[in-house]
Structures are given as C-alpha cells and as structure tokens.
C-alpha cells in the first residue's frame, strides 16, 4: 500500500468496497504522479479539481452500496473523446481552444459508474500514426527506453498506453481505427483490448474512418481490461452503427479454462524477414496454448496481402470525408488572411491546422474519392475488405480464437520511421485485417526483446466473443508471467 498507483483495477476496486481505502486517497496519489509525468508529454489537460469533485461523488456512491466495477478509479481520456467543458482536440491545431458542450458515450458510461478524470491523453493527430509523433503537442515518450535511447510508446493511443504503463492513471479509453490499440500495448507492456466494432458507442468521438473507428481500454491486467470494457459498453441510440445487445460480464469470462478451444495460426502471417524474437515467441504462444488444453490449427487468410493497401484506400477516403468539416467557420482554429474572402480562410486554416501526415491521408482519399478513380480504387478496396472479412469468417469455423504476433517489432527509436511513410504503416501489418473486419482483438504482453523492451501477441475473437478473447488473453498473460516494469527514470 506504499505506492497507490501501482495497484492494479481490481485490486482498488475490492479494497474501496472494504473501506480500506477511498476514492479521494486514490486519486489524490494519482494526482500527484500526473503531475510529476511531464516528462513522458502523456498528457495535453490535466483536470485535477474535476478529478477530486469525481472522487468525493465517488466515495458517496460506495457509502450507499452503489459501488460498481469502475467506481472511485482514476483513469486518463485519450483525446479523441468529447469531454463535456473540458478541451477535445484530437491533438490537432485546427481544434484549439475547442471545449465541447456534451460528453462521448463512451466516457459517459464511465462517469455514471463513477469512474474519476486525471485529464486528457496526447495522441496522433486525428488518430493518424502509429508512433505518436504527429500530435500538435509533440510525441509521447515510451515509459520503456532502450538503454538511454527514448523509445516510442505507439500510436495512436500513445498517451494511454504511457500514463498506463507509467503508472499515472489505472486505466485509460483508446480507439483503434487499424491498430491504434493494439499495437501501442504491444510496445508498453499493456493490456489493449479492441471490441468488435459496433460493441462500444462511437458518439462524441472525433472521427478519422467512422466504418473502422472503435472504442477500447488500456489496462496493467486482462482482468482490469474486462472490468473496463464492460463500463464503457451497450447500446445507443445516439449511434447508427451501435448494436442492441446485451453487455455481459466480461470479469466473468475469466475462468482460465481453454481446454478443449481451438486455436487457429494464420500462415499468412508468418511474413518474410519478421525478426526472430517476434516468431520465436509466437511459437512460445502456441506452446502455452497447447499446455493449457486448446488444440492448435492450421488456418489459411488467403488475402491478408492486400490488408494494408486496402486499409490504406478506405481510411484516408473516410478521413477526407469527415476531415471536411474543419474549416474554421463555427469552431477551433480561424485564419483569416488579409483582405482574402470564405476560399482564401478555408485553406489558410487548414494550411495552418493540419500536420503533414493527416494532410497526406487527406489528399490520398481525396483523390481515391474523385471522378475516374472512385471505381478502381475506393470500390474495389471495398470489395476485397469483404474477401477479407470473409475469410475470417470462414476461419471460425476451423476455429475459436486466433493467435499471432500484435506487431513486427518491439518499440523503435524516435525518427526511425517518420521519413518513409510504407515503413511506418507496415506497423499495422498484423492488426488492420483484423479492423476491416471489425472483429475483437486484443493485444496481451507476452514476452521481453534482447534490449528489454516488450512484445506482445495478440488475441483475435468471433463477432461479439470478447468472453474467449479475454478467456485466452489471461491464460497468455498467467502463462508469460512478465513481472519486468519500467525503471520510473522520468521521476
């Protein structure tokens, strides 16, 4: 009890119902620890009289037996979350200054469980990247270094993943649109949980692709994952793409017991020049998987070579659509340029209000979208998006879950990759099928690199069977037993 931030969700949760500990102490600690994190640039707002204001509730609520799974936990807001007063910038120039008048669903949920703010996470600008270098607040530095050498934490939930593994917030919403979730966990040695795409409202989120965008959690434990994701879960009204469905006990799926399971191994996977640490822990997985009962299965995912180029025609044409409405007439950023009229402000905000990388994406699907090309780019991408989706389908009925590595690499240098765009999309190899074909998926710390850093593998479900993903996903995680943490060198 020395160091309160190091407790684990389930761990605060059984100890607040005890009365062994309040909701205010809780926080206070973690306010402190957010305070001294400036180092790590996790976050962009800290919000710490709201945070107590939600503690003290908090507290009240525990009193009158009213205690639910997240109630009194302090946890971080990625910044693509609509937060009701508080600033909402999805970390780009052209929404400075943008405090918006309701809150996301998604956070919502959290707050009517009684979770508790510390403020909001930086992030790839838009969701865009995959190393969180492309935040108009500057990149986010990986909690795990590589010797002195700073390490990127991933993208684009890199402030999540940070201040979760940096011990400055107990858990943290995220959102995957190709991997956004997935692969930062990967490179911090957390939990990421994406549920299947429809599972968790997409309202007051700032959209990038709205046929791919996800909500999800960032967790020190699979078992804190389940307990976050069921709070952020369930249907709403307020959301088209919402699914009327019953939210179950995703705590309760955590029973250890896979035998019997099937367990599928793409061979598509297994990809030409993948580091050898990465297939040989792999093949530990699938190990762990045989010693605990599953039976492991050959499975073929015929198109997972076209993934990526697909995901990179459909994304950036979602992301010029919704990217449209930024154009410094109602709200955010306004350049007005002199004696210039409504064109010469719409580009001169935008000039000024978009990063490179989301001004790439943006005219990629700007030209995938346009006359002559619509065809033979936007809908084709569709269509082999359906060959994929299909193929997963076809998979499950070899199989339960899917097993594969959650990313190419551990966690590599700052700059490394902002040069040569292909380099750093090929991040995402092994998560975008995946999110075209919207199914759960998480990613579990399953092992340690030579340099130390971790490496994560990575868990993909039937539609709606988050329960087995989670199932196998602690199995992984009590099988890999990874005790190693950052050295808290930021302190």
Partial sequence: MTDLTKLKISEARDLLAKGELSARELTEAHITAVEGFDALNAYIVQTPEKALEMADAADAKIKAGEQKGMTGIPVGIKDLFCTKGVETTACSHILNGFKPEYESTVTQNLWDDGAVMLG??????????????????????????KGD??????????????????????????????????????????????????????????AFASSLDQAGTITRSVRDGAIMLESISGFDPKDSTSIDM???????????????MKVGIPQEYHLAGM???????WHKGIEWMKEAG???????????????????????????S?????????????????????IDMYEATRAAGFGDEVKRRIMIGTYVLSAGYYDA???????????????????????DVILTPTAPSAAFAFGEKTDDPLA????DVFTVPASLAGLPGSSVPAGLDADGLPLGLQVLGKPWDEETVLKVSEVIEKAAAITAAPNEWWR
Wanted: proline share 6%.
């Fill in 149 to 206: 050498v700073d390490t990127v934490p991933g993208g684009s939930s890199g402030g999540s993943v940070a201040s979760v593994a940096g011990f400055a917030a107990m858990g943290a919403t995220a959102s995957d649109t190709g991997g956004s979730i997935r692969q930062p966990a990967s490179f911090t040695g957390t939990f990421g949980i994406k549920p299947t795409y429809g599972r968790c409202s997409r309202y007051g989120m700032v």
């Fill in 246 to 260: 019953a939210v179950p006990n995703f705590e309760a799926a955590l029973t250890g017991d896979i035998r019997g």
């Fill in 424 to 427: 750093m999309y090929l991040n």
């Fill in 275 to 281: 580091p050898g640490e990465i297939e040989a822990l």
């Fill in 322 to 342: 919704n990217l449209a409405r930024y154009d410094g007439v109602r709200y955010g950023l306004r350049e007005t340029p002199e004696n210039g009229g409504l």
């Fill in 294 to 320: 599953a039976e492991v299965v050959d499975i073929n995912l015929p198109h997972t070579k076209y993934a990526l180029p697909t995901y990179y025609i459909v994304a950036p044409a979602e992301a010029s």
């Fill in 377 to 399: 780019y936007y809908l084709k991408a569709q269509k082999v998006r359906q060959l994929i989706s299909d193929d997963f389908a076809r998979a499950f009925e070899q199989c």
């Fill in 120 to 145: 909001k996470l930086n992030m790839d600008e838009f969701a865009m990247g995959s190393s969180n270098e492309t935040s108009y607040y500057g990149p986010v530095k990986n909690p795990w270094r």
